[in-house]
């Protein structure tokens, strides 16, 4: 079974910034699967943040986050990273991990694609 565990949330002032983890376990062959940040804030609807393909060689940004946010990964540790700058109040959200659920997959936006972590909050204050 696919565990994904999230780390690295915190209150952060406006402007800061912070690094995000993802360990995965479970699995075999992690460098086959895409991974993705999703975010959710309350009392809004999960939202794209962002995924790394396998490789570690393409990559894609919610529209958001695009030039603020980095995404990694680590294949040697089965780990993926979201480095987050010049945090904004709006960035205020439960940010979850998610691998895909098949190998060499193009990132989706289906939730019943991946395996989810249980989220780590983000709380960013002026």
């Known amino acids: 079974q696919v565990m994904l565990v999230e780390s690295g949330g915190g209150l952060v002032q406006a402007g800061g910034s912070l690094r995000l983890s993802c360990a995965a376990s479970?699995?075999?062959?992690?460098?086959?699967?895409?991974m993705c940040w999703f975010r959710q804030a309350p009392g809004q609807e999960r939202e794209f943040v962002a995924a790394i393909f396998w490789s570690g060689d393409n990559t894609l940004y919610g529209d958001t986050v695009k030039c603020r946010f980095t995404i990694s990964r680590d294949n040697a540790k089965n780990t993926v990273y979201l480095q987050i700058n010049s945090l904004k109040p709006e960035d205020t959200a439960v940010y979850y991990c998610?691998?895909?659920?098949?190998?060499?997959?193009?990132?989706?936006?289906?939730?019943?694609?991946?395996?989810w972590g249980k989220g780590t909050l983000v709380t960013v204050s002026l």
């Open positions: 998610a691998a895909d659920r098949i190998t060499f997959r193009i990132p989706t936006m289906t939730a019943a694609d991946y395996y």
């Open positions: 479970g699995r075999t062959f992690f460098d086959n699967y895409a």
